[in-house]
Each structure stands twice: as C-alpha cells, then as structure tokens.
C-alpha cells in the first residue's frame, strides 16, 4: 500500500514539473522528491479532521491529507503552487517564509479552548525553524500545552544557502533541545529550490 502511495505522489510531481518545463504553468513551483516514506509515516498519524499549515512546498502535505489531485492540479495552474489552500481538507499553506506558523498557534488555541480533540500540524523548514517566529510559537505551545505539532522538514538547505553554515553550528536548535510539540525528518531534495531544473523563470 505504502510503495502504492509513494509512486502516486512521485508521479504527481514528475507530472508538475513536466507541465513547468514545457510551459503550462507559468507561476512559480516548488517541488519534492525525496520525502515520500518520512510523509507517508507521518500522515498515518494524522485524521481528517487534523489541520495541517504548510509551506510554499505543499502538494504532498495536501495529497496526503485527501485533496483530489486533480483539485491541486487545477489550482496550480490558476498559480496557486506555493499557496495551495482547501478549506474543505483543512490545509492551508503560506508562500511566506514561516508565515503560516502564527495561523497554526491561533487554530490550536482555539481547538483547546472549546474542548475539541484536533490536532495542528505545523509544516515548516529547517531554516524557518531557527527563526523567532518559530521558536517564540515552539515556546508558547509547550508552556500552554497546545494541540499542535511542529514538523520540521529538514533539507539542511534555505533556497541555495546551508543551513548550519548560516547559523554556524553543526546542529539546530531543534536537535540540541528536544521537545513533545517537535517532530523532524530529513531528506535531500531531487529537485533545486524553484522550478523543474530546465526552464529558467524570472
């Protein structure tokens, strides 16, 4: 079932960047390959009435929680690649770097608040990770004991930049300090930052 799944969602993006290449999508596109089994883990986890929050690389995060892939396909090329939302399958994602770590604290504040048993999934990256925004939300979270996971995608790359050479240590922060609200995986990405590696996009 699980390697069933995995070349579903390998076939998905192969497709996309198929469509970039040659020029049917015209908006920007970020894409994975590399991440399939550490996705497909975590999801089992995850119930549909869970939330998910994500990043500008989103297709598998909402294929994976149940949006028809013809739903995403249509979206991404109306443009909505590094923004994909569908509020029917709760999965919003931000094209903003850590924009959508707030939304996600607010929606687990709220479930706690009225009783209700969801769980957030937090998306985030592993540069995105060490900023103040994530840690000050990491924070908030473990002192008022929130439903919320932070899933920290871990390429050890911010676009072309190392993430480790950037903050000069060996390790981030969510490896030294371990914490319940925090879970992490890394992976190296088949293709670059933007794009399908063949056409150039300005």
Known sequence: MDNS????????????????????????????????????KIFKSISSSDW???????????????VPEDVIEEAILQGRSIALNF???????????????????????TIKSSG???????FIGDMSSETGSAQSAITYAENFDLPI????????????????EVWGSQKLRYEKTRSSKVVSYK?????PHSGAGMRVQF
């Not at 998910?52 to 149940?66: A, D, E, N, P, V």
């Not at 029917?88 to 094209?95: L, P, Q, W």
């Not at 903003?96 to 504040?109: D, E, Y």
Request: proline letters at 2%; a positive charge; charged letters at 20%.
């Open 5 to 40: 799944k995995k070349s579903s969602l390998i076939s998905f993006e192969n497709k996309i960047a198929q469509l970039f290449n040659s020029g049917k999508i015209r908006f920007p596109i970020h894409l994975s390959i590399g991440n399939e089994d550490e996705l497909i």
């Open 187 to 191: 992976y190296i990405n088949t293709y």
């Open 116 to 122: 209700k048993k969801e769980t957030v999934w937090c």
């Open 52 to 66: 998910i929050f994500s990043t500008w690389r989103s297709h598998y995060h909402c294929l994976l929680k149940g």
């Open 149 to 164: 996971i932070f899933v920290i995608e871990d390429n050890s790359t911010s676009v072309l930049t190392n993430t480790r």
């Open 87 to 109: 509020p029917k399958y709760r999965v919003f994602s931000s094209a903003i770097a850590g924009g959508q770590i707030s939304h996600a604290v607010g929606t687990a504040f």
